[in-house]
């Protein structure tokens, strides 16, 4: 089991910063691909960003891309995603989450992979 918990989320005007984290204690979080997913109120839940588990590989949705930047330290157990230039339809629940495989090779874009997920931080982009 893989327990993981999302924090930085609010409230922030349209072109602002937010900086989302998620901590785990699992001490093979080095070795697991993470993703940033998210789900807009009546929507499905769509992926964001992943990172493979050396950090090396990183994707991202065509929404997102350049504006959002995924990272990780290892050493300290975290997942980080910048986000900058925020737009009213960035407004969702964001969730991290891993599909708990050591050293898989790659990553994934389809949120149905990902088999452990935090409880979610809520981001709300005013216009």
């Known amino acids: 089991q893989v327990q993981l918990e999302e924090s930085g989320g609010g409230f922030v005007q349209a072109g602002g910063s937010l900086r989302l984290s998620c901590a785990t204690s699992a001490r093979t979080f080095r070795t697991y691909m993470m993703g940033w997913l998210r789900q807009a109120p009546g929507k499905e839940r769509e992926f964001v960003a992943t990172i493979n588990w050396s950090g090396r590989t990183t994707y991202y949705a065509d929404s997102v891309k350049g504006r959002f930047t995924i990272s990780r330290d290892n050493a300290r157990n975290t997942l980080y995603l910048q986000m900058n230039s925020l737009k009213p339809e960035d407004t969702a629940v964001y969730y991290c989450?891993?599909?708990?495989?050591?050293?898989?090779?790659?990553?994934?874009?389809?949120?149905?992979?990902?088999?452990?997920w935090g409880q979610g931080t809520q981001v709300t982009v005013s216009s």
């Open positions: 989450a891993t599909d708990g495989r050591s050293q898989r090779v790659g990553v994934s874009v389809k949120p149905e992979e990902y088999r452990y």
